[in-house]
């Protein structure tokens, strides 16, 4: 099966979508069946690469939302990453660019195994909820990916390059033009079945049979 997933590693519920379809993957034993390709969609293109804001106050200032209405958004999305096993740290999440981390991560698909390239993709994410790294600074990119057994002077290559700039500007407009796309996570099943956004369970286990 072929799975393709437009997805940011700025997005809170991309993170949770992409943990819970690979552990249904991996309890029905279907690791070896399926071929994941990860699409880059930037939520905010224009997100500063040094940020200058936390995503609590991304919300108040830029959503317009009151304090207790972001604290209690922050509790609700937190609550439902627990529920698949992920610690977030949501207001201390730095918001910043991930152009450079999608870049990177195209990269890392087109030269090394999936069981590579889905641990780069998921250290990523991990680094942006959990640890609240910084992913547009390259020095964090750079070490990220050499926990994950990435040729550093390669990583170092594109990081100081324009190197797969344009398939991620190309992949955003291709789920751009799609006429159902809404939300990421948007995950597509064998060019048929479309999920998207907060993706149940039970709809991803119909999509995998």
Known sequence: MEIKIWADFACPYSYMGEKQLMDIIEKQGLTDKV????????????APVVPTETMTQHF??????????????????????ARVGLDYRLATTQVCSTFDAHRLMEYAQDNYTQEVAVKFNFALFHANFIE??????????????????????????????????????????????????????????????????????????????
């Not at 108040?60 to 990453?81: F, N, S, V």
């Open 60 to 81: 108040m200032d830029g959503h317009a939302y009151t304090a207790e209405q972001t604290q209690h958004l922050m509790e609700r999305i937190e609550k439902m990453a």
């Open 132 to 209: 609240n790294l910084r992913l547009s600074d390259h020095s964090v990119l750079l070490a990220i990916a050499e926990k994950c057994g990435l040729d550093t002077t390669e990583v170092k290559s594109v990081l100081e390059s324009g190197r797969y700039g344009e398939q991620v500007k190309a992949e955003e407009q291709e789920v751009d033009q799609r006429k159902d796309f809404d939300l990421i996570p948007y995950m597509v099943f064998d060019d048929a079945t479309v999920l998207q956004g907060v993706i149940s369970p039970g709809a991803m286990k119909k999509a995998l049979a």
């Open 35 to 46: 071929n994941i390709q990860f699409l880059s969609y930037q939520l905010d293109p224009n």
